[in-house]
C-alpha cells in the first residue's frame, strides 16, 4: 500500500479539522499579540510593564534585583525547553512502535487505522513541539541580549546613553517574552492536537478547548484585572 494511499484514508472531516487547528493557532497568536486597543490582552499589558520595569532599573543602586529576575526568567525558558526535547522524544518513540495506539484507537473508535496515519497524526503533535522548542531556545537567547544590554546602562541616570540603552533592553525583553508565550501556545495546541489519534471530531473539540483555555487566560483572567487596576 502506497503512502498516497494511506494519505487518501484522510477523509473530509480529518482535512477539515487539521485545518481548524492551524488556523485557531495563527489567529488566536495574532489576536493576542494585536488585540483591539479597548481590549488589551495579558501579553500586551506585560509589554508595557517590562518598559516600566527598565524604567525604573535606571535609578536602582544596585541592580542585584534586576539580575536575579533575569535569570529567574531565563530558566523558565531553559525549563521548558528541556521539556519539549522530552516530549518530542517520546511522540517519536511512539511513532516508532505504535501497537499500543492502534490498540487504543480501536478500543475507543472500534476501527482500525493504518499505522502510517497515526504516524502522521504524531508528526503534528511533533510538528507543534518542535516550533515550541524553536521559540524556547530564542527566548532563551534574546534574554541573554538583553542581559548584556542592561549591563550595559550606565550608573547615571543623566547619562545621555542611559535612556536609549534601557529602552533598547526593554524591547529585547518584550520580544523574548512574546517568543516564550508562543512556545507555550504550541505546547498547549500539541496536547490538543493529540485528540486526533482518537479522530476528526474529538480533534475539533480539542482545539475549541485550547482556543478556550488560553483565550481566557489572556482575556478574561484575574491576573488581566490586576494588570488593569490602577
Not at 521548558?80 to 505504535?98: D, E, H, P
Not at 484507537?105 to 522548542?133: C, D, G, H, R, Y
Amino acid at each position: 500500500m502506497t503512502m498516497t494511499h494511506h494519505f487518501t484514508l484522510l477523509g473530509t472531516y480529518d482535512w477539515a479539522a487539521f485545518l481548524f487547528m492551524v488556523t485557531a493557532w495563527m489567529a488566536l497568536g495574532w489576536l493576542i499579540e494585536h488585540p483591539p486597543k479597548t481590549r488589551p490582552s495579558v501579553t500586551v499589558l506585560m509589554s508595557q510593564k517590562r518598559r516600566d520595569w527598565m524604567e525604573v532599573f535606571i535609578h536602582r543602586d544596585p541592580r542585584i534585583f534586576d539580575a536575579q529576575i533575569l535569570a529567574s526568567l531565563r530558566e523558565g525558558t531553559s525549563f521548558f525547553a528541556s521539556t519539549c526535547i522530552f516530549a518530542i522524544g517520546g511522540v517519536l518513540a511512539l511513532a516508532k512502535n505504535t501497537d499500543p495506539l492502534v490498540g487504543v484507537a480501536q478500543e475507543v473508535t472500534a476501527m482500525s487505522s493504518p499505522v502510517l496515519l497515526i504516524q502522521v497524526k504524531l508528526a503534528f503533535v511533533a510538528l507543534f513541539l518542535t516550533n515550541a522548542f524553536l521559540k524556547f531556545v530564542w527566548s532563551n537567547r534574546l534574554f541573554g541580549y538583553c542581559a548584556v544590554l542592561m549591563s550595559a546602562v550606565p550608573n547615571d541616570p543623566n547619562d545621555p546613553l542611559t535612556q536609549p540603552r534601557a529602552g533598547q533592553a526593554a524591547e529585547l525583553n518584550i520580544r523574548a517574552a512574546m517568543n516564550f508565550n508562543r512556545g507555550l501556545r504550541s505546547m498547549y495546541f500539541a496536547l490538543g492536537a493529540l485528540a486526533w489519534l482518537l479522530g476528526a471530531l474529538p480533534l475539533f473539540g480539542a482545539t475549541l478547548v485550547v482556543v478556550w483555555v488560553v483565550w481566557s487566560r489572556e482575556f478574561a483572567s484575574i491576573p488581566r484585572n490586576i494588570l488593569l487596576a490602577k
